[in-house]
């Protein structure tokens, strides 16, 4: 047989198998239908699940205790931010998932911002101040009832030089003469404002068709723009995260002290390794639990929850001198939760003798288990030692995390998988899966169909079938499940 021959004949098996695929791909779809109905809708909600970072945000910015939450909650249709007669109740900003005619988002809940605040007001009016950089319009609340502040013309001010769409929302105008009141609000240099009573949803309606209009289609979340990749060093105090970026970046750029939480800042660098630009954003050591904590300790930990949902892959350095930590699990698990593909970095391998190497990889197959598709490099930050190496798992990673599987390719394996491995019957039913998808990438997101309620056990062993199949390495994996009883006839 000739090469060219060998070449045909191997892209007519290729195109027959795709074929086959994607037959099963439709036999499987069709078998979801005649069971759910139309399972387009129901694609869609799963799919705006797993790309939830793009969706757009609408930042809620105001001084404290003029009803930021209270108009979250109006416009979420449902109590969910906390409310109280308080000023500072409100320390972090949250986001929620919210929909008006069909138009879904994201809401911000931030603490009140006063750009004259010191001490724990301050570290929430840079909270608020922070939204700004990751939200795509902007509600500036104010009390009606009061009119403008000296601290709302100082805020007005910071957003006038925002390049963010900014509406001034006139709240607590719980009647005619109030209403009228408001239009002092154009004072503030930020257009018409809008006047509204969240407590008793007076123009709540006509408030969020303004709003709505306001945003983009799709939010700035992470994105891909073609430009650099970005990195978040994550690990406990002391761990060597400054001296890892100084090393990359070939200089003393991040103050460098035994003294742990010397970093409590997010500090970003761009940094050329070999010819390829990457973003790495040096955060604060995570020193307890976030309700534990307290002070500056406390806020770091949000900033570095924050530099993680501005990055696309986690680097979690572990000191492998030390122990593993229960704090080393939960800031692995912080990355996990967050979607980011993960690298796990043992920093300051020259400190490790064989005996600690022996201890370590038994450590390793006993706490780390849940995070075994993460690539693993063995570095020093102060040597240099195998920087190459974390860059090359930095790739794998960050491919991992952007794999897609077709359809066809996918209910082949599920096909094969519960042919051979059914699922176990229980109470005299026995789930199947009727039909799977992939709804999104970053991470690898999925959709499945079925007939009845999968145990965990037979998850966990659905992912790690996936896991060998596809690769996906370095990225964690998220199942979604619609479950429903056969449809009567």
């Known amino acids: 047989m000739t090469s060219a021959e060998a070449t045909a004949e191997a892209t007519a ?42 969706l757009p945000t609408l930042a ?30 409100t320390r972090d900003r949250v986001s929620y998932d919210a929909e008006w005619n069909g138009k879904h988002f994201l809401v911000m809940d931030t603490g009140g911002w006063d750009t004259r605040a010191r001490g724990l007001g301050a570290q929430i009016a840079a909270q608020a101040k922070r939204a700004l950089t990751e939200a795509d319009a902007v509600a500036f609340v104010l009390d009606a009832t009061v009119g403008a502040t000296d601290a709302d013309a100082e805020v007005a001010r910071v957003l006038q030089r925002a390049d963010i769409p900014v509406l ?19 004072s503030l240099g930020l257009g018409e404002p809008f006047p509204t009573s969240a407590l008793h949803g007076r ?51 991040v103050v460098v002290d035994d003294v742990a939480g010397t970093t409590v800042d997010p500090v970003d660098e761009l940094v050329d390794i070999k010819g390829t630009w990457w973003w790495f954003v040096d955060t604060a050591g995570v020193r307890r639990k976030a309700k534990q904590s307290a002070g500056h300790e406390y806020y770091a930990t949000l ?48 400190l490790v003798d064989e005996d600690r190497r022996r ?32 860059t090359a798992a930095l790739d794998d990673a960050l491919a991992g995390w952007e794999t897609r599987v077709s359809t066809g390719r996918l209910n082949k394996f599920f096909a094969d998988l519960t042919a051979a491995h059914p699922h176990p019957v229980r109470g005299g039913k026995q789930p199947r899966i009727l039909f799977g998808t992939q709804v999104g990438v970053g991470p ?27 690769g996906f390495t370095g990225s964690p994996l998220r199942i979604m499940m619609r479950v429903r009883e056969k449809r009567r006839r």
């Open 203 to 253: 123009r709540a309606g006509d408030l969020l068709d303004v709003l709505v209009t306001m945003l983009p289609e799709t939010g700035k979340g992470i994105g891909r723009d073609g430009g650099p990749r970005r990195v978040a060093l994550l690990g406990r105090p002391n761990v060597g995260k400054s001296s890892l970026l100084n090393k990359l970046a070939g200089g003393e750029r």
């Open 60 to 89: 809620i910015i105001g001084r404290p205790n003029v009803g930021k939450s209270t108009l979250v909650n109006r416009i979420l249709g449902r109590r969910e931010a906390v409310v109280e007669d308080v000023p500072g109740v």
């Open 359 to 390: 201890y370590l990889d038994r450590e390793i197959d006993r706490d780390l288990a849940m995070v075994a598709w993460a690539p693993r490099v063995n570095v020093s930050a102060l040597t240099g030692r195998h920087m190459d190496k974390l």
């Open 303 to 350: 900033r570095t929850q924050s530099a993680l949902e501005r990055s696309e892959v986690a680097i979690v350095l572990i000191d492998s001198s030390q122990p593993v930590s229960e704090q080393d699990v939960r800031i692995l698990s912080m990355a996990i939760d967050a979607g980011r593909a993960v690298v796990l970095a043992f920093n300051k391998w020259d």
């Open 444 to 470: 690898p997101s999925f959709a499945l169909f079925t007939t009845g309620f999968l145990e965990a056990g037979y998850r966990r062993f659905i992912e790690r079938r996936l896991r060998e199949e596809f």
């Open 13 to 54: 098996e290729a195109t027959t198998g795709a074929g086959e695929d994607a037959a099963l791909a439709e036999a499987a779809q069709a078998a979801a239908r005649a069971e759910f109905g139309d399972i387009d809708a129901e694609l869609s909600d799963m799919e705006r699940v797993a790309g939830s970072a793009q």
């Open 168 to 186: 001034v929302v006139a709240n607590k105008a719980d009647d005619a003469d109030t209403e009228l009141a408001a239009a002092s609000l154009w």
